[in-house]
């Protein structure tokens, strides 16, 4: 499976910006997907994930309320809608598909990785 981050940018702090993550080698629709974030000097971290089916959605408490993660299997895309953005949602986003079935927050359990699209909000 390889994922492809797109839709980041430089936006002023209150703006919104919609990521998507298009994969090709193989169908999303029986993984669990997954959007981390890592800003500079710090760890990665979790932002939101969603089921295969879509009905089933966890955010981390940061972007929880801001940030709205969604699906398409049928476009075999998964994509994250980020609004009122803050200088501290700042980082290099990527997306990531786990092939078991259950929501975890953790990245090690992600099999494929995106690239990386990097989301920069200025004060």
């Known amino acids: 499976v390889q994922l492809q981050a797109s839709g980041g940018g430089l936006v002023q702090a209150g703006d919104s910006l919609r990521l998507s993550c298009a994969a090709s080698g193989r169908t999303l629709s029986n993984y669990v997907m997954g959007w981390f974030r890592q800003a500079a000097g710090k760890e990665r971290e979790f932002v939101s994930a969603i089921n295969w089916n879509g009905k089933s959605t966890y955010y981390a408490n940061s972007v929880k309320g801001r940030f709205t993660i969604s699906r398409d299997n049928a476009k075999n895309t998964v994509s994250l809608q980020m609004n009122s953005l803050k200088p501290e949602d700042t980082a290099v986003y990527y997306c990531?598909?786990?092939?078991?079935?259950?929501?975890?927050?953790?990245?090690?359990?992600?099999?494929?990785w995106g690239q990386g699209t990097q989301v920069t909000v200025s004060s």
């Open positions: 990531a598909a786990n092939r078991r079935p259950d929501i975890t927050t953790s990245a090690a359990p992600y099999d494929y």
